[in-house]
């Protein structure tokens, strides 16, 4: 049976995706799991997999084509079977952009689309680290690929006799410096605009008491290997996971005109990279133990700092956790299309008031919860953050045993 092998949702706004690498050739076998094909966006680069085991049919394109997401760009099935569908027409494909050995004429947009994708992902992390606008340099590659060797000769010829390029220029008056926005910084800037103009945030601030939680932790990790240690965030995916489940209306998608309540719960979690945030996902957080979740969220956390996300999914929720600096609270902006996020900051040791013995040193984190008020009103989101709170300061609520030895 012909089954088409699809171009994943590589970003919640983006429609497009660029085939960087093909791994396999058409009538080769694949394995579930293995890697069929590699693919980029602006953001980062992802893996697809075969969901099934079956031969390679059809490839529908040539490595540095754009093609729309969710269409086929491959299809696989079993030895024999015929591919009925044409391939490379926009309607069965999603073809947005084909490079050929043939092209000579390109029209602006299409040469601009070209110059972009004919690098291969070093090659853009090279002009990047150079400050080079990718599309100001000549390729002498193939097809007018560009080379390493074309970046560096290209950053020469700037640095030695161009006063303004690439995006930095200096003003010769005050000696500043003009930086352009980056494709992901502008992206970035481009998203947080839109959600505060057209979202109508409020917030609510909420202190929890972590000290057990802490020591917990502490006493845990005393126990696992290094490279398995459990940290506070895990914790706080398992607890906003477990609370989403009795609060399904925070899990959700908004448009101008609806919510969607997502059936599954998928937690993004906000990671700082050189030049900007991505968010990769933990797909169905609340399904999983602690000690899954700790291993994951390193996984994912680790790939997306290097440029490649490890799943496509959508995210329902987020967390930025600013705890690792000496912030204890900030006003976090909501990741579209979700309905909130919860801003993280550092716990801090204060005296607060005890039944037992009057006041006592405790260890306080603030929450924060940002919400969208057409999705969520005030009195829901206190709820949530009120059980979320009782979660953390009772962990035998979230599956946590205080019995760590």
């Not at 491959?74 to 084909?98: H, W």
């Not at 490079?99 to 291969?120: P, R, Y």
């Not at 090279?126 to 990718?134: F, M, P, Q, S, Y």
Request: some cysteine.
């Amino acid at each position: 049976m012909v089954k088409p092998i699809n171009m994943p949702q590589v970003g919640q706004d983006l429609e497009t995706a660029i085939i960087s690498e093909w791994c396999i050739e058409e009538n080769d076998k694949v394995e579930k799991g293995d890697v069929i094909a590699v693919v980029e966006s602006d953001k980062a680069s992802f893996d697809v997999e075969a969901f099934e085991s079956g031969t390679i049919l059809k490839l529908l394109f040539d490595e540095g084509d754009e093609a729309a997401v969710f269409k086929p760009i491959a299809y696989y099935g079993d030895p024999g079977d015929i591919v009925d569908e044409a391939p490379n027409t926009e309607n069965s494909t999603g073809l947005i952009s084909k490079s050929t050995d043939s092209q000579v004429e390109v029209n602006a947009q299409t040469e601009t689309i070209t110059k972009a994708i004919l690098a291969t992902p070093v090659v853009k992390r090279i002009a990047k680290e150079h400050n080079i606008d990718i599309l100001s340099v000549s390729g002498s590659g193939p097809n007018g690929r560009i080379l390493k060797e074309d970046i560096l000769k290209f950053a020469e010829i700037d640095l030695n006799g161009s006063q303004e390029s690439n995006g930095v220029s200096s003003c010769s008056q005050s000696g500043d410096q003009r930086i352009e926005y980056s494709k992901m910084r502008q992206k970035i800037a481009n998203r947080l605009v839109e959600s505060k103009q057209q979202i109508p945030h409020f917030y609510l601030f909420m202190d929890v008491d972590v000290t057990e939680l802490i020591l917990w932790r502490q006493e845990k990790n005393k126990v696992v290997d290094n490279g398995d240690k459990i940290s506070i965030n895990d914790i706080l995916i398992l607890a906003v996971a477990k609370t989403l489940k009795k609060f399904p209306q925070l899990n959700t998608h908004v448009s101008q005109s609806h919510l969607v309540l997502k059936s599954d719960i998928n937690i993004g979690i906000a990671v700082s990279l050189e030049d900007g945030l991505i968010v990769p996902v933990l797909e169905h957080a609340d399904e999983k133990e602690i000690e899954k979740i700790s291993v994951e969220s390193r996984e994912i956390i680790e790939s997306a700092r290097k440029g490649k996300l490890k799943s496509n999914a959508q995210g329902t929720f987020t967390i930025s956790n600013l705890g690792m600096y000496p912030i204890n609270k900030f006003i976090p902006i909501i990741n579209t299309p979700e309905a909130v996020i919860l801003g993280v900051g550092k716990a801090e040791k204060k005296v607060v008031p005890t039944e037992s013995a009057g006041f006592g040193v405790k260890d306080i984190l603030t929450l924060t919860l940002a919400c969208d008020h057409r999705a969520v009103d005030g009195a829901l989101g206190s709820q949530f953050l009120e059980e979320l709170k009782s979660c953390l300061e009772n962990i035998e609520r979230i599956g946590l045993d205080k019995k760590t030895n």
